[in-house]
């Protein structure tokens, strides 16, 4: 399996969802719920269409994990993961912070990641073992050793009021200890700005592999380090994911760990 070839049809795949999530930007019809707070436009499902053709047409045996339409080929040693617009509910108020996560993984291993940013045409990349960039040059982690002089980012799971407790408790240790902390509602691209060195930090719970496949290499290829909160290491079929520069990644450790037992069986 040539990697580069992977990388060059999962952008195909990513601009032309992109292409679509721009025409229908501020141009919906319906907006339906997954959940109380978890959308869904028909722009999720064209973008979806039009990713999964591009990949089918030049990879018909692959398996497939896609956010709206499930699994195929699901026992494939090639597998592509696709969310085809992180940040639904950014797009459906008409806020530009949403992004095309795909990524390839190999024996469950994940190769390839490709994070493309409709509004502002960032495209972010990854191969295993070749560096990260962005719009074809190198990225690197921040540099910044102290959580004190950090940005970090965030983001809250759609079942938050389950876990307000842990939930605001790490939140609140963040944001004491840092020089402040974001919510920006897409995944992948809080993962790229990591990787970009555009936050330091970034942490979140009850993620589905769509959301942090792609940005997970991203970060690891840009010199950052991916873990859970305990400090094991990060898949994208486990529930909670710490992204940093490496540098901040033990204090971020200390900062999420709740000593609350009765917190942490509600985590």
Not at 50 to 64: K, L, Q
């Amino acid at each position: 399996m040539h990697l580069d070839h992977v990388k060059s049809v999962g952008i195909s795949a990513a601009y032309r969802g992109s292409e679509i999530l721009r025409a229908r930007l501020g141009n919906i019809s319906k907006v339906t719920k997954k959940s109380k707070i978890d959308l869904v436009t028909e722009a999720d499902a064209e973008s979806e269409e039009a990713i999964i053709e591009t990949i089918r047409n030049a990879f018909p045996d692959h398996g497939i994990l896609a956010e709206e339409s499930g699994g195929y080929q699901e026992k494939a040693d090639c597998r592509w993961i696709i969310d085809p617009l992180d940040g639904t509910t950014n797009f459906a108020h008409q806020l530009g912070l949403f992004s095309v996560s795909i990524a390839f993984a190999f024996k469950g291993i994940v190769k390839v990641g490709i994070v493309q940013v409709p509004m502002s045409g960032e495209l972010f990349w990854a191969v295993a073992g070749k560096g990260a960039a962005l719009n074809g040059r190198p990225i690197r982690v921040s540099n910044s050793g102290k959580v004190s002089e950090s940005l970090l980012v965030t983001g809250f799971p759609y079942n938050f009021k389950d876990m307000l407790n842990p939930l605001m408790r790490r939140f609140s240790n963040c944001l004491s200890a840092s020089r402040g902390v974001r919510r920006l509602g897409s995944a992948a691209l809080d993962l790229c700005y990591v990787a970009c060195g555009r936050f330091e930090a970034f942490w979140e719970q009850n993620l589905e592999p769509w959301d942090t496949a792609a940005g997970m290499l991203i970060v690891r290829e840009a010199g950052g380090r991916v873990t859970d909160f305990f400090d094991r290491p990060f898949r994208p079929d486990k529930s909670e994911i710490l992204a940093s520069n490496d540098k901040i990644h033990a204090e971020m450790l200390s900062l999420l760990n709740l000593e609350d037992t009765e917190c942490e069986k509600i985590r």
